[in-house]
């Protein structure tokens, strides 16, 4: 079998869905053409570039384009190769915050609403990771599948540097477009902060204006490669990990990324108790907070409690290679693959 996998986006969106599904694909025996890591999907230039990596593919799969021009071309891949096409998205397109800086183009009725629906409709099949997105897209076509997020443990295979007894730091890791989710969190951190001295919070990809001038703030927006992000992240030496999430449709229908990538790297997390951080068993593998004094009080129980911190960061860690490996459930992959190969064939 042979699948065609273009990504839309050289970042972790096309790791986990693309590249990382890619690789274990093909040890177990599949063929796999895409496009190079360092590009987005590739320009439609005359050159046969499609149509040179399409030869002999069974399947298409294309992560969330936004090329008005594929979609004529999708279709024409189809036929020329006589396979499906995938149309492969992780994101509630529909409930974008007004403050992400995404909204500008994903905003209710904008024309890439308008192209990814097309999109859609005229797949052969949908990829997502959560039963909340399989429900918002099933209106769109009747073969949705859920292929989660998982981990990959051999690239969690980093240097951590030592952790200094006499600082502690807490830490958020995401993107620009999660303005709503710390804004959230930001009256019980200051209070912990202004509590322990010592403590330092360091957000990395995001520069949120509330965040700015704080003496025990770092904010961190450097870019760096999807393939050094596991180094980087254990290079910013975290001893808490914070993922705070909104109650909105756009986060419910969000995986649990952040708690198992921190977990990879035996950080302990406080997580928003909703939606996808349910998965955390409250006390084993995390903690879970529903408001301002939960946040902070299991800050404090994580900040006085330095043996907690490393007995929830390995539990934590066994549960994601146990339940969350990349390694033991790709064939969830191939079994959706062949699946739809053979619908469409029939």
Not at 11 to 23: C, F, L
Not at 38 to 46: F, L
Not at 320 to 330: A, E
Not at 331 to 338: E, I
Request: proline share 6%; aromatic share 12%.
């Amino acid at each position: 079998m042979k699948a065609l996998m273009l990504h839309s986006e050289n970042s972790a969106v096309g790791y986990y869905r693309i590249w990382q599904p890619a690789k274990y694909l093909k040890k177990t025996g599949w063929d796999i053409a895409r496009t190079p890591d360092e590009h987005k999907v590739m320009p439609i230039d005359g050159k046969g570039s499609y149509e040179e990596l399409l030869q002999g593919s069974d399947i298409i799969v294309m992560q969330r384009p936004d090329n008005p021009d594929l979609l004529a071309l999708l279709p024409a891949m189809r036929d020329h190769a006589d396979a499906p096409y995938v149309f492969e998205i992780d994101d509630n397109i529909y409930d974008v915050s007004e403050a992400s800086s995404s909204y500008k183009y994903w905003y209710p009725g904008s024309p890439l609403i308008e192209i990814a629906e097309m999109f859609m409709k005229d797949a052969n099949a949908i990829t997502v990771t959560t039963q909340e997105l399989a429900d918002v897209y099933s209106r769109h076509n009747k073969n949705v599948y859920i292929l989660p997020n998982y981990q990959d443990p051999d690239v969690w295979k980093v240097d951590k540097p030592e952790h200094h007894p006499d600082r502690l730091i807490i830490g958020w890791a995401g993107s620009d477009t999660h303005y709503d989710d710390l804004k959230m969190i930001w009256k019980p951190i200051k209070k912990f902060l202004r509590n322990y001295p010592n403590a330092i919070f360091k957000v990395i990809g995001a520069n949120c204006d509330f965040l700015q001038d704080h003496q025990q703030v770092r904010i961190i927006t450097d870019w760096v490669h999807v393939s050094e992000y596991p180094q980087t992240l254990a290079d910013f030496n975290f001893d808490i990990g914070l993922t705070p999430i909104v109650n909105r449709p756009f986060n419910l229908s969000k995986s649990n990324i952040k708690w198992q990538e921190y977990s990879m790297l035996e950080v302990p997390t406080i997580a928003s108790n909703v939606g996808p951080y349910k998965c955390i068993d409250h006390g084993k593998t995390g903690f879970l907070a529903n408001d301002d004094l939960t946040w902070y009080h299991n800050l404090t129980k994580l900040a006085d409690d330095v043996e907690l911190r490393k007995r929830i960061g390995k539990q934590a860690k066994q549960k994601v290679l146990k339940d969350y490996n990349i390694k033991s459930k790709i064939g969830l992959w191939n079994d959706t693959y062949r699946k739809i190969i053979r619908d469409y064939k029939s």
